[in-house]
Nanobody, 123 residues
Framework: EKYLVESGGGSVQAGGSLRLSCEVSGYSVSSGSMAWFRQTPGKEREGVAYINSYDKIRYPDSVKGRFTLSKDNDKNILYLQMDTLKPEDTAMYYC?????????????????WGQGTQVTVSS
C-alpha cells in the first residue's frame, strides 16, 4: 500500500513563506516522478512543481522563482518551499507520484495522491 501524507500548510500573510512536506511510504521518492499540485474549489488541479528520478525539476511560470522543490531520499520525503507567497497561491496542496519518469504536470497522469494540506495567504 502506498501512502503520501502532506503537512506544513497553514495561514500566512502575503510575502510570507511556508514549507510543505510529503512523507511517503510504500513508494520511493527517488523513483519515477513526483509532483506538487494545488486546487481551489471549482478549478482544475494545477501542477506547481515536478521532479523525476534524475532530479530534473520543472515549475510553471506562475511559481517559478518563488517555489523550490526538493526531496530527501533517505527519509523518503518530498518538500515544497514556498516563498513570497501571494493571495492567489491560496489552495489545497497535494503531492502525487507516478512510475513514469517522463515530464508531466497533468494530474491525470499521476496514480498516487495524498490527502492534501491547506495553504491560505491573506493580503
Amino acid at each position: 500500500e502506498k501512502y503520501l501524507v502532506e503537512s506544513g500548510g497553514g495561514s500566512v500573510q502575503a510575502g510570507g513563506s511556508l514549507r510543505l512536506s510529503c512523507e511517503v511510504s510504500g513508494y520511493s521518492v527517488s523513483s519515477g516522478s513526483m509532483a506538487w499540485f494545488r486546487q481551489t474549489p471549482g478549478k482544475e488541479r494545477e501542477g506547481v512543481a515536478y521532479i523525476n528520478s534524475y532530479d530534473k525539476i520543472r515549475y510553471p511560470d506562475s511559481v517559478k522563482g518563488r517555489f523550490t522543490l526538493s526531496k530527501d531520499n533517505d527519509k523518503n520525503i518530498l518538500y515544497l518551499q514556498m516563498d513570497t507567497l501571494k493571495p492567489e497561491d491560496t489552495a489545497m496542496y497535494y503531492c502525487a507520484a507516478r512510475r513514469s519518469e517522463y515530464y508531466s504536470l497533468s494530474s491525470s497522469d499521476y496514480h498516487y495522491w495524498g490527502q492534501g494540506t491547506q495553504v491560505t495567504v491573506s493580503s
